[in-house]
Each structure stands twice: as structure tokens, then as C-alpha cells.
């Protein structure tokens, strides 16, 4: 074996948090769960669904026969206006939580996600994220925008459609984060996804996108065996920082990352993703802070076997067997 083939651990420089790598672990014979292989033939429209245009949702409420995106109030918010009143003892301890949430729907068209709406659908998508951004920001102190896609990532619709969760407390993950781009910073006098944006070009091997103003990779640290790690290239913190360059590039380079993921297994790839910038608390406190998004798909060896966290990464830590490197040349080797 050589070294790249045996056991080692790489820590995530964004968490602190550590990955056992075990590649000699990709050859063990498989006889666990096979998933159904998840289905692509979506209608333009399904009466059934709660999302279509004109539809009526489960909240009572019928949907306005939008043409566009469409931004409703979660029926279901996991956050809302008032929070529980705090609780302080020796063991148990609460505190309130308030926020808000809201439901992006991409399209109309209840068949197009994001890999398959055009530029022009796309940049329509990412106009929202920077306004809904701008605007929730303006009151909360953090904005979550992400998109549960596929049922194995728990989506409870098929419509293509993303979710904003905004809160009053900056939540933990993002907290680890800003702790960690805040020491780098203050150690260095750098941005620290600015230096790993430029090893990662001068290396080479775990590049799956790139453009001028993008760079999309599996992150050296990944935990999810086809993860990507989508970084912007400017010195940019939070969505709506973006000018019209940036908006237009990262629908183009959206679009050429989620088709690599459809084609790799030739299905409707599930995904988890989100954006994180620079919580909106921090007014202008921002400096160390570099705009990413975070793909987590489930797929590992094919379109029905999956990813499990289970076992020891539940209880130890988070372990792989494929490779980062050898994940991004099995994305930049998708004919798109």
C-alpha cells in the first residue's frame, strides 16, 4: 500500500473537528441496505403536491399561481416570534429561542431542481437568496438558507424547494466556525478559506469547479463521501455582498456542480446543503469571515447505497473510506 492507501486523520480547519480517512475500507464487500434508486420522471405539475402553483398546502392556505420563485411563511415554523423563558440550574439549563422561518419554491415547475432549471431559473434562485438574506438579516441574528433535496435527506415535499430558518442566537456549527476563521485571522493576519482556496488551486486534485469568482471543491477535511465545499473567491461574507459578476458566475457554476452530482450515478442526486456567511450580528465585525456553501450528499458506492453515520462516527468520530481526492476526480470525470 502506499500512504495515500492507508488509515490517517485530517482535521476540519473550520471546526477543529478531526476525520479518520480508511481507503483500504472501499474494497469490503457490500451486504447492508440498497435504497430504491429515487425517481426522475417528476410531472410539470402534481395536483397532489403542496407546493404546485394553485395548489392548497395543509395549512389551508392555496398557493397563488406563481411564475417565478415563490417565498411563503413556513405552515410549520421551527422558530417563532416568542421563545420559552430561560432556565439556569446545576444540570439543566434553557434559554429562549425566537425566530422566524420561511419556503422557497425554485419553480413552478414541480420536475425542475436546481441542477436542471436554466441559468436564467437559477439566477433567479440566487437573487432570492441574496434578498431574503438582506432583508431577514436586517432583523435576526442569523440567517440559515439551505435545501433538503431527495426523500433520503428527509425533503417532505418532491417540489424543488429550499428553507430559511432565522434566529435570534448564532447556532452552534456556525458559532464553531466564526471561532475558528476569528483565531486564524487573529494568528495570521489572513482570511483563512482565502489560504485554503489557494493551496487547494496550486494542488489541484480535489478542484471540481472553478471559475473567477468560485471555487467548488471536496473539502481536504470531508466527512460525506461526495461532499463539496463551495467557496467564494472575492472577499465576499454574506450573500447579499454579492454584485451582479458574482450572482451570474454562481448560477453558472451551481449549474455545472449539481449536473456532475445527477450524472455521477445517473439519478436525481439527494442532497443536504446550506449557505453560511457572517452572522448578521456582527454588524460590520466581519473581516475573517468567507462566504461558502456546504453540499452533504449520502451516495457512496452507488444510486442505492448510501452513507451511513452510524456506529463510530456516532460514537467516536466521523470516518470515510473514499478519499477526498479520489471523490473530485469521480465528479471531474462526470460528462456534463
Not at 19 to 48: C, F, I, M, T, Y
Not at 99 to 107: H, L, M, P, Q, W
Not at 168 to 181: A, G, I, K, N, S
Not at 271 to 282: D, F, N, Q, T, V
Amino acid at each position: 500500500m502506499t500512504a495515500g492507501d492507508l488509515p490517517h486523520r485530517r482535521r476540519n480547519l473550520l471546526t477543529g473537528e478531526w476525520v479518520l480517512v480508511s481507503p483500504q475500507r472501499s474494497k469490503r464487500p457490500w451486504q447492508g441496505e440498497e435504497a430504491p434508486v429515487p425517481a426522475s420522471d417528476a410531472p410539470r405539475h402534481d395536483p397532489n403536491c403542496y407546493l404546485c402553483p394553485g395548489n392548497r398546502r395543509t395549512g389551508g392556505t392555496t398557493n397563488p399561481d406563481y411564475s417565478h420563485t415563490y417565498v411563503f411563511a413556513n405552515d410549520f415554523p421551527a422558530l417563532l416570534d416568542e421563545g420559552a423563558n430561560a432556565a439556569a440550574g446545576d444540570l439543566f439549563e434553557t434559554m429562549p429561542a425566537r425566530g422566524e422561518a420561511r419556503v422557497i419554491c425554485y419553480s413552478p415547475n414541480h420536475s425542475q431542481t436546481l441542477a436542471k432549471l436554466d441559468d436564467r431559473g437559477r439566477r433567479a434562485v440566487v437573487d432570492c437568496w441574496c434578498e431574503l438574506s438582506a432583508e431577514i438579516g436586517a432583523e435576526w441574528a442569523f440567517v440559515q438558507l439551505f435545501e433538503n433535496k431527495g426523500s433520503m435527506m428527509g425533503a417532505s415535499s418532491p417540489h424543488p424547494h429550499g428553507q430559511v430558518w432565522a434566529s435570534d442566537f448564532v447556532p452552534q456549527l456556525v458559532e464553531t466556525e466564526d471561532r475558528h476563521q476569528r483565531a486564524f485571522r487573529e494568528r495570521h493576519g489572513r482570511t483563512l478559506l482565502a489560504d485554503v482556496i489557494e493551496a487547494e488551486l496550486t494542488d489541484g486534485a480535489r478542484v471540481v469547479e472553478k471559475n473567477d469568482d468560485w471555487l467548488a471543491i471536496v473539502p481536504f477535511w470531508a466527512a460525506w463521501p461526495f461532499e463539496l465545499l463551495l467557496v467564494a473567491r472575492n472577499d465576499i461574507a454574506r450573500l447579499e455582498q454579492m454584485g451582479e459578476r458574482s450572482r451570474e458566475s454562481l448560477s453558472l457554476i451551481l449549474g455545472r456542480m449539481l449536473r456532475r452530482y445527477d450524472g455521477l450515478f445517473g439519478i436525481d442526486f439527494p442532497y443536504s446543503m446550506g449557505w453560511h456567511g457572517a452572522p448578521h450580528s456582527l454588524a460590520d465585525d466581519a473581516a475573517h469571515w468567507r462566504l461558502h456553501a456546504h453540499f452533504y450528499p449520502p451516495l457512496l458506492r452507488s444510486a442505492t447505497v448510501r452513507k451511513h453515520m452510524v456506529g463510530y462516527e456516532l460514537l467516536a468520530e466521523v470516518q470515510r473510506d473514499l478519499t477526498p481526492e479520489d471523490a473530485a476526480a469521480r465528479l471531474r470525470e462526470v460528462t456534463i
